[in-house]
């Protein structure tokens, strides 16, 4: 299985920052009855029948920069008070890439799995990156009346430090990289799109959470703000996947298999993981 592929002249490295123990899949999925996972046992859930977690990224590297998408769930507020910490530095070490190596950080939204490393003790993790985030994002979340702590830490200071690109859909962060608008897990959720050298990848952030969903688009994940607007979200970007053939990268599947493509076969769709 396929941790690395290159597309054109961009490698995208999939990077764990923390596995959390596997759920009963009512669990982030609590509107889908057990039974209906039936299916898909052995496509989306562990040997116990569990849902199976992973906060993960994506590096893209090119000759002309390195950019990492998510910043998972990091040392931040919300791992704290769970009790861990993610391991995303020393991943990227594994892979030769040191903070300061990053030319940007896209973040795909602003939940706490991420932007976990955002910013740590108010210094910004990737010391040379500007940081790019939507702004109805950065609006939605930045306008609450009392911030959640993983905005206050991890988002806001982004501005104050002076480091923070507000971007908009169908916008160029580097050469072969755009936003691509995919409304409803948040309100300003964004998938990136990777063009290089005639071939074309997607890093969905949450708009999949599961391969099951491909099949059955309506599951809506639990964190699912507006669920129909998610849902529209994921069927545009399945079938998007499909007829333009993307390389589909989805940080919340497993770290093992989070590279792959969507296939259709006979009208069903399934999840192939990316081969060596
Ligand atoms: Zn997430």
């Not at 396929?2 to 490295?13: C, D, F, Y």
């Not at 052995?42 to 002309?64: A, H, I, K, Q, W």
């Not at 430090?161 to 507000?166: F, N, P, Q």
Request: glycine share 8%.
């Amino acid at each position: 299985m396929a941790l690395t592929t290159k597309i054109g002249r961009i490698e995208v490295v999939a990077i764990c920052d923390f596995v959390p123990p596997p759920a009963p899949p009512t669990e982030p999925f609590p509107e889908v009855p057990i039974e209906s996972w039936e299916p898909y046992r052995e496509s989306s859930l562990t040997e116990d029948g569990l849902y199976p977690r992973n906060y993960g990224v994506f590096v893209l590297r090119s000759d002309d920069f390195t950019a990492i998408v998510d910043t998972g769930l990091g040392p931040g507020p919300h791992a704290a008070q769970n009790g861990v910490e993610g391991k995303l530095l020393e991943n990227l070490a594994a892979v030769g890439v040191q903070p300061s190596d990053i030319d940007g950080v896209i973040n795909t939204h602003i939940h706490p799995d991420h932007v976990g490393w955002n910013i740590v003790d108010g210094k910004p993790t990737f010391s040379r990156a500007r940081y790019t985030v939507s702004r109805e994002d950065w609006e939605h979340w930045t306008s609450q009346k009392e911030l959640a702590p993983h905005v206050a830490e991890n988002a806001v200071p982004l501005e104050d430090l002076d480091v923070l690109d507000l971007v908009e859909d169908d916008q160029e962060i580097f050469i072969g990289v755009r936003t691509l608008g995919t409304p409803g897990h948040t309100p300003g959720h964004q998938s990136i799109l990777i063009e290089s050298g005639g071939e074309s990848a997607v890093i969905t952030g949450d708009v999949l959470h599961t391969p099951a969903q491909l099949q059955e688009p309506h599951w809506s994940f639990r964190a699912d703000i507006d669920k129909p607007a998610a849902i529209a979200s994921r069927r545009m970007l399945i079938e998007k996947a499909i007829a333009d053939k993307l390389t589909v990268a989805a940080g919340h599947l497993r770290y093992d298999g989070n590279l792959g493509h969507i296939v259709e076969i006979e009208g069903r769709r399934y999840w192939r993981v990316l081969a060596e």
